[in-house]
């Protein structure tokens, strides 16, 4: 490595390098990589070369660019072809490690029991017609409140009860999925038959039987001549396909700003066990759901003839779904992602 159009200096640099790259010795994955570091890397030996290159004086730029290069190919050359030994001493058979003991298994995950009670109740709706739709978390007053009837003065619309968004008081997070049934009947025209599944959020203690963030699961069916004995049927269907081919269900009259009339349902849970009289109160019927006729003023809110179309909506919560389907007595399990717990429902998937 020698050009006596370069000063003997900057020749005699690039030899002591040279010899002492030559002299590194590169055993195993350790020297490998503190020897990228200190000639290879940007900031190594060679980078810091490169950056100097362009004190050089323009007439021996030429030259020393050739010696450059030349140590550069030979540093990495040297560490090319040790990185290949290295790596073929590594393939090698181990002596010390038994090569016929069986692997660690991959632990098998499973669905959250909340995603297993949702995809079953979507299940069973969709084979009578059924379809899924979604919309936005954050709703505006009117998709939220205004055009499900619910008065100025409700109390949901008080911020005890409800999240509003602090720089637009005319936004929330969506205290119900209803709000995705004003936007399906704002932009379809009937007939109708969906399932609106989504996160809820209301302003509210968390316990071991409520929660702030919550998931529910509501329906809509509109079209010609739907009637209260219509919804009755389709929830009979559900109750039966869900709690079991035996279940038997009632409505209670109840009240929602948006159906009219509006009912509870219950099913009859049973009274066999010690657990059956608390989960009742001793009287063996459980409340599941709420459910209506949707009220014409809606329909009208919405863009649908009230004299011509008629229907009904129906809503659970799937946490307190999936805590009786289960037998989960705190709901705050749903939120903590405790391993312990969710290895629980492994079978149940």
Request: glycine residues 6%.
């Amino acid at each position: 490595m020698g050009d006596v159009s370069l000063p003997r200096a900057m020749l005699q640099q690039l030899e002591n390098y040279k010899t002492e790259i030559d002299g590194c010795s590169l055993k195993n994955a350790a020297d490998l990589e503190a020897y990228r570091l200190k000639y290879l890397s940007k900031k190594g030996l060679l980078g810091q070369l490169f950056d100097a290159f362009r004190e050089v004086p323009n007439d021996q730029k030429k030259a020393y660019g050739q010696q450059l290069n030349a140590l550069k190919q030979f540093a990495e050359g040297k560490f090319e072809e040790a990185q290949a030994q290295v790596n073929n001493s590594a393939g090698g058979p181990m002596p010390d490690v038994d090569l016929t003991v069986p692997p660690f298994p991959i632990e098998m995950g499973t669905r959250h029991p909340v995603s297993m009670v949702r995809r079953e109740v979507v299940s069973i709706f969709q084979r009578i017609g059924f379809t899924v739709a979604e919309g936005p978390e954050i709703e505006d007053d009117w998709h939220n409140f205004s055009a499900l009837n619910f008065p100025p003065e409700h109390p949901a619309r008080d911020m005890q009860d409800t999240f509003f968004v602090a720089k637009d008081p005319d936004f929330a997070l969506r205290t119900h999925t209803s709000s995705i049934q004003v936007r399906v009947m704002e932009n379809q025209n009937p007939p109708i038959r969906i399932l609106a599944p989504g996160r809820v959020f209301r302003n509210e203690a968390v316990s071991s039987r409520a929660h702030c963030i919550f998931h529910q699961i509501e329906g809509l069916y509109i079209d010609k001549n739907v009637s209260f004995a219509d919804m009755k049927d389709t929830l009979l269907y559900f109750a039966r396909e869900f709690y079991g081919p035996e279940t038997k269900i009632r409505l209670r009259p109840s009240y929602f700003p948006f159906t009219e009339p509006s009912a509870e349902m219950d099913v009859y849970w049973g009274l066999e066990t010690e657990a059956d009289h608390r989960i009742t109160k001793g009287t063996g019927w459980l409340e599941v759901l709420g459910c209506g006729m949707v009220d014409p003023n809606v329909l009208r809110n919405c863009g649908i003839d009230p004299d011509e179309y008629s229907g009904f909506a129906f809503g659970m919560g799937l946490e307190r779904t999936a805590m009786l389907k289960y037998q989960v007595k705190d709901l705050r399990l749903f939120f903590e992602n405790d391993k312990r717990f969710l290895d629980q429902f492994k079978s149940a998937y």
